[in-house]
């Protein structure tokens, strides 16, 4: 596990679907999670405020029920439609929520908060490049979001344009200097493009900020133990965390790991000819 990763036709295919086994962090993304929800997008790109009332609702079915009632009696409510489309998100119905907050941009088409809104649900539903034209509408070059900026990077490592998405990423930090959610999505961008040293770096910048969400720490630690170190990388996971929390964090990286492992032991077992094969 010490050798430095190859990339073989496995392994790639591994690397190219690696957004849905950590996590990105994006438009004011900021709940405390577990290590287990580093293998969910369902949080790719937050939302704007739309936790203002969460503590009506303390468990996602509830919360759905409650948005969706005040969706239903106002749907020209741009606030509601925001809520009710996170809730529709968090219960892994992206789908409908990609076409609430569709419904709501073509009723309202100048409002920036639901094009952001539609926007993260498209990245969510992986609709990459439809999500990065919708973003870009969301802002204007004069008055640009950094939160926004950060998530068309996102969208743009979705699609491979790893270069272009770094230099979204780069605009984000000149609004908002080293912002750790910035830092932790083009730390994620490194692993994309399989420059560890470099993601582990950029990672541990955001780590080092005090206001830094835990799931960068998270990432942090996922990423050194891709390059074998696992032993630190479960001192990182499982630093100032309660021990039944700590033990299931670091049971999870393992797993996930795993993974890892696994897909370059069946790369390993492909015949030469077919390791440069495209997916």
């Known amino acids: 596990m010490h050798r430095q990763l190859r990339q073989p036709y496995s392994l790639a295919r591994f690397f190219a679907s690696l957004a849905s086994a950590i996590l990105v962090l994006g438009l004011c993304s900021c709940q405390t999670a577990g290590l287990s929800d ?3 997008t369902s949080d790719i790109t937050g939302s704007l405020g739309e936790k203002t009332e969460a503590s009506r609702a303390a468990e996602p079915r509830h919360e759905l029920e409650y948005y969706r009632d005040r969706y ?11 809520k009710y489309g996170s809730a529709l998100r ?5 789908s409908q929520a990609v076409a609430v907050l569709e419904q709501a941009t073509i009723a309202d088409p100048g409002n920036k908060a639901l094009l952001a809104g539609y926007g993260r649900a498209l990245v969510d539903n992986g609709n990459f490049q439809q999500a ?3 973003l870009g509408r969301a802002h204007t070059p004069d008055d640009p979001d950094w939160r926004i900026l950060s998530v068309q990077g996102t969208a743009l490592d979705q699609l491979g344009r790893h270069d272009e998405a770094r ?31 470099k993601a582990e770096e950029t990672l541990r910048r955001a780590n080092n900020r005090a206001d830094a969400d835990p799931r960068v720490r998270q990432n942090l630690a996922f990423v050194v133990g891709l390059q074998g170190r696992l032993a ?21 990286l393992k797993r996930l790991l795993s993974r890892k492992e696994n897909a370059r032991t069946d790369a390993d077992n492909i015949p030469v000819a077919a390791t440069g094969r495209p997916d």
Request: net charge negative; glycine share 4%; proline share 7%.
């Open 232 to 252: 630190e990388a479960e001192s990182i996971v499982k630093a100032d965390r309660p021990a039944e929390e700590a033990a299931a964090d670091v049971a999870y």
């Open 90 to 94: 968090a219960g892994g119905l992206r």
């Open 38 to 40: 580093i293998a969910s």
């Open 72 to 82: 239903r009696a106002n749907p020209k409510d741009a606030d509601a439609v925001l």
């Open 132 to 134: 990065f034209d919708v």
């Open 167 to 197: 230099q979204y990423y780069a605009s984000a930090l000149k609004i908002a200097p080293e912002e750790p959610s910035v830092l932790s999505n083009l730390g994620l961008s490194y692993v994309l493009s399989k420059d560890l040293p």
